[in-house]
């Protein structure tokens, strides 16, 4: 069965400062991963996707995540983190191959970066 | 702006009561999602459509039924409404499956539900 785990309910970062969420998956086949972001108020906001080829993928707002085929994991990264980058943050999983049409959401990490 | 609209953006109603909302998907994308996201629950996918068929289900309770229509808009419709129902739901929408089945949905802004 599909699953993916954000371990970390928050995540607390000074500005300025690089920042990590953290998200591990079990898939069956190729997995296709996704980062959203919430705001306030409004719907997940897609940030980056990883399909296939290279590893380090770049996204929206200066955010990047690494793929880890061995330690199934994709977390998101930013090198320098700002106020406005505080938000809740989701991990997603597809099957590529044999999982079907259901993708899968981590519980979110609520991100606090402090000025 | 995602280019999925989902309407009313608040409802306040009572328990017993049935309430339908609606969503209409980006242009040219033929999937609908729809989600439940409560304060202890968080993000949980409820049912997926995609041009007119179901095509996947989760979490979603026998009182609850959705339905995608010919011009691809979709409708959720909750009946005998339950405090617990109270929460944001969240429609979703992909251009479709298979090859497609890689690109990302694109959410609406959510519908407030409150049940008094």
């Known amino acids: 069965a599909q699953s993916v785990a954000q371990p970390e309910d928050q995540v607390n970062v000074a500005e300025g400062n690089p920042l990590t969420v953290k998200c591990t998956y079990s898939?069956?086949?190729?997995?296709?991963l996704f980062w959203y972001v919430q705001y306030p108020n409004r719907g997940l906001q897609f940030l980056l996707k990883?399909?296939?080829?290279?590893?380090l993928v770049k996204g929206s707002y200066g955010f990047e995540a690494e793929f880890n085929k061995s330690q199934t994991s994709f977390h998101l990264k930013k090198p320098s983190a700002l106020v406005s980058d505080s938000a809740l943050y989701f991990c997603?999983?597809?099957?590529?191959?044999?999982?079907?049409?259901?993708?899968?959401f981590g519980a979110g990490t609520r991100l606090f970066v402090k000025a | 702006d995602s280019g999925v609209t989902q309407t009313p953006k608040h409802l306040i109603t009572a328990t017993g009561q049935r309430v339908t909302l609606r969503c209409s998907p980006r242009?040219?994308?033929?999937?609908v999602y729809w989600y439940q996201q409560s304060l202890d629950q968080g993000l949980q996918f409820l049912i997926q459509?995609?041009?007119?068929?179901?095509?996947a289900k989760g979490n979603i309770l026998e009182r609850f039924s959705a339905q995608q229509f010919p011009d691809l808009h979709s409708e959720l419709n909750l009946s005998s409404l339950e405090l617990g129902d109270s929460a944001l739901y969240f429609c979703?929408?992909?251009?479709?499956?298979?090859?497609?089945?890689?690109?990302?949905?694109?959410f609406g802004d959510g519908t407030r539900l409150s049940i008094l």
């Open positions: 898939v069956s086949g190729n997995p296709y």
């Open positions: 990883y399909i296939t080829g290279d590893n």
């Open positions: 979703a929408s992909s251009p479709g499956q298979g090859a497609l089945s890689n690109q990302p949905q694109h």
């Open positions: 242009s040219g994308d033929l999937s």
């Open positions: 459509y995609y041009n007119g068929e179901e095509r």
């Open positions: 997603a999983v597809r099957g590529g191959n044999t999982g079907g049409f259901k993708t899968i």
